[in-house]
């Protein structure tokens, strides 16, 4: 089970240049990608309120809005973090089944993942009914009932803390990648696997760090 947004997709880049451009239309202090990677989180809106935003003269929707409508102006900039073809081949050749659970809004997910030419690798992708990437956690609930799943036969992988948090609440495995969206050093908070890149997935067992016996 994987998120996408900095897990799959590498796009952190594009979210500083744009929040940064709806910070400089409002005369406020801009970031760099280090102070990016330090600060964003979940919910979104908190992450809004570190960058200044008090949501008093303009709502928490609006900003929003304004953020993912210049996302979606340059989405087909981004691309894929290298590897992210190769570990779905490798693991679907192993039987291991793929889903993506998004804070994205659906049809720009499914958009973005056909885009890529990889929507038929995944026997399922879930995105949110809003931009507004609040939280992920109901959907990944409904979408373990939905596999009949042991969550043993489980793995998140992600690039966040709420990833972590996703994975804990719905009673699976969790690895994460630093590169996306947060730091290593507020992913190793969590107690999580850590890993480098996504092709050491292929080298490890989620739940005791050693090597796998399928590789």
Request: proline share 1%; aromatic share 10%.
């Amino acid at each position: 089970m994987w998120d996408w947004n900095g897990t799959l997709l590498n796009d952190s880049w594009l979210s500083v240049k744009i929040i940064n451009t709806v910070l400089e239309k409002r005369h406020m202090e801009t970031l760099d990608h280090d102070r990016y990677v330090s600060i964003f989180g979940f919910p979104v809106s908190d992450y809004y309120r570190r960058l200044g935003f008090d949501f008093v003269e303009e709502s928490f929707e609006m900003i929003g809005t304004e953020f993912i409508n210049g996302y979606e102006k340059h989405k087909y900039e981004v691309d894929l973090h290298p590897g992210v073809k190769e570990v779905l081949l490798k693991l679907r050749s192993l039987r291991v089944g793929h889903s993506i659970l998004s804070a994205y809004k659906q049809n720009t997910l499914d958009e973005l993942v056909a885009y890529f030419g990889i929507e038929k690798m995944f026997d399922k992708i879930i995105g949110l009914d809003n931009h507004f990437a609040e939280s992920k956690v109901d959907n990944g609930i409904r979408w373990m009932k939905e596999l009949g799943r042991e969550a043993s036969e489980v793995l998140f992988v992600g690039d966040t803390e709420h990833d972590y948090e996703v994975a804990e609440a719905i009673g699976v495995d969790c690895i994460l990648i630093p590169g996306g969206h947060q730091t290593r050093a507020v992913l190793e908070r969590t107690g999580s696997t850590i890993i480098d890149r996504i092709e050491d997935i292929l080298l490890i067992s989620a739940k005791t760090g050693e090597r796998a016996k399928i590789i």
